[in-house]
């Protein structure tokens, strides 16, 4: 079993839709949680951290459920420049130091 | 600022020969990590090197290396390259150690064996 799991997708949503992706992890030592952005062909970009307490970045809204092992995205009112494939990122505390892990990515198809 | 660079874009090698790639960290960052990201797959942590020395080691054969000079700049070697090798290699670099840090991702280098 994969340490970090993402539903690949594609999802496919029109404009203005709102849409959620999920992202389990199985390693309890974990410290820190993101997601960020992939477009195609390009480098990964950070799209927000994930805390506890949750967050929201305008459109966007990322929660932890540590009890549960996941972290979950949010985006409302999807726009055609949301298309992307959308990467959480955990990091694992390993010796001192931390081992990012990356989940394989969920991409997401906004359409007109 | 510059962000974080790395050379060469794109590379075509045959199996059995070794590579080295190149990263320049954001300015001021002394920390670099490097990936290997398959088509289809969430990028791999390979390494993280932090003022020179090695902090973090993901699970990649004895045939990858890396290093990281004084200017905080690093290299990745990969040695008796397989066709499994081909993929985009990603460099990350960011201030420092700290699990909650932002890393900031280089454009890449995309890797061929043929």
């Known amino acids: 079993r994969k340490e970090v799991e993402q539903d690949p997708g594609p999802f496919n949503v029109p404009e203005g839709a709102t849409v959620a992706f999920n992202c389990t992890y199985s390693n309890s030592a974990s410290q820190s949680f993101f997601w960020y952005r992939q477009d195609c062909r390009k480098e990964p970009k950070l799209l927000m951290s994930v805390y506890s307490s949750g967050n929201e970045d305008g459109r966007f809204t990322a929660q932890l459920n540590r009890a549960s092992q996941y972290i979950s995205l949010l985006i409302r009112d999807s726009k055609l420049s949301d298309s992307a494939t959308y990467l959480c990122v955990v990091n694992f505390a390993s010796g001192g130091s931390y081992i990012p892990t990356f989940g394989r990515g969920t991409s997401l198809i906004v359409h007109p | ?114």
């Open chain 2, 1 to 114: 600022d510059a962000g974080v660079t790395q050379s060469p874009t794109h590379l075509i090698k045959t199996r059995g020969q070794h590579v080295t790639l190149r990263c320049s960290p954001i300015s001021g960052h002394k920390s670099v990590s490097w990936y290997q990201q398959v088509l289809g797959q969430g990028p791999q942590f390979i390494f993280q090197y932090y003022e020179k020395e090695e902090r973090g080691r993901g699970n990649f054969p004895d045939r990858f290396s890396a290093r990281q000079f004084p200017n905080y700049s690093s290299e990745l070697n990969v040695n008796a390259l397989l066709l499994g090798d081909s993929a985009l290699y990603l460099c990350a670099s960011s201030p420092g150690l700290a699990g909650g840090e932002t890393q900031y991702f280089g454009p890449g280098t995309r890797l061929l064996v043929l």
